[in-house]
T-cell receptor
Framework: QQPVQSPQAVILREGEDAVINCSSSKALYSVHWYRQKHGEAPVFLMILLKGGEQKGHDKISASFNEKKQQSSLYLTASQLSYSGTYFCGTGGAGSYQLTFGKGTKLSVIP | SAVISQKPSRDICQRGTSLTIQCQVDSQVTMMFWYRQQPGQSLTLIATANQGSEATYESGFVIDKFPISRPNLTFSTLTVSNMSPEDSSIYLC?????????????FGSGTRLTVV
């Protein structure tokens, strides 16, 4: 079952913050986050493997709420380079296959 | 992370013909994944290819239409057979990162296919 991402699109000014949510109707065992710029391949940002886990590097972080079956990606003090489409990919128990959400298009403007 | 060389990068093909897409990885990997992405849309898994066994296809995808080869641990091909305009899409291969699942998946640069 495809996870649901929200919002579908967001426009930010440089320096603003954003939150992208990813929720599933099925139990989640792993959540991946990727960013894809136009015409390029998706690039791995981070993976969360267990409930309650939080991760981050630089100004991008994520959390995983196993009970609510959802994950959130936090982008703080956004930069122009953050523009792109963000996808969450969810994995089932013991499965290497990912099911991706429809994506959130993030545009950062000066 | 692994480096993937995918080719061709794009092609325009006549309906009814077939196109074979190649992915070469710079390290040995157990599984390779093939995805389809309509422009501006999400990534949809076509199949998982393991060396030495038949590929596992996702619902809606069949071997006759998308035959896959995996002759060794660094190479795989996906063929799009008997193409129709509905097959126009971007096709990507993907492998697990060098450090295992903690490194996520690396994607090839994609093949943009247009069927006319």
């Amino acid at each position: 079952q495809q996870p649901v991402q929200s919002p579908q699109a967001v426009i930010l000014r440089e320096g603003e913050d954003a939150v992208i949510n990813c929720s599933s109707s099925k139990a989640l065992y792993s959540v991946h986050w990727y960013r894809q710029k136009h015409g390029e391949a998706p690039v791995f940002l981070m993976i969360l493997l267990k409930g309650g886990e939080q991760k981050g590097h630089d100004k991008i972080s994520a959390s995983f709420n196993e009970k609510k079956q959802q994950s959130s990606l936090y982008l703080t003090a956004s930069q122009l380079s953050y523009s792109g489409t963000y996808f969450c990919g969810t994995g089932g128990a013991g499965s290497y296959q990912l099911t991706f959400g429809k994506g959130t298009k993030l545009s950062v403007i000066p | 992370s692994a480096v993937i060389s995918q080719k061709p990068s794009r092609d325009i093909c006549q309906r009814g013909t077939s196109l074979t897409i190649q992915c070469q990885v710079d390290s040995q990997v157990t599984m390779m994944f093939w995805y389809r992405q309509q422009p501006g849309q999400s990534l949809t898994l076509i199949a998982t290819a393991n060396q030495g066994s038949e590929a596992t296809y996702e619902s809606g995808f069949v071997i006759d239409k998308f035959p896959i080869s995996r002759p060794n641990l660094t190479f795989s091909t996906l063929t799009v057979s008997n193409m129709s305009p509905e097959d126009s899409s971007i096709y990507l291969c993907s492998v697990e990162g060098q450090g295992g699942i903690a490194d996520g998946y690396t994607f090839g640069s994609g093949t943009r296919l247009t069927v006319v």
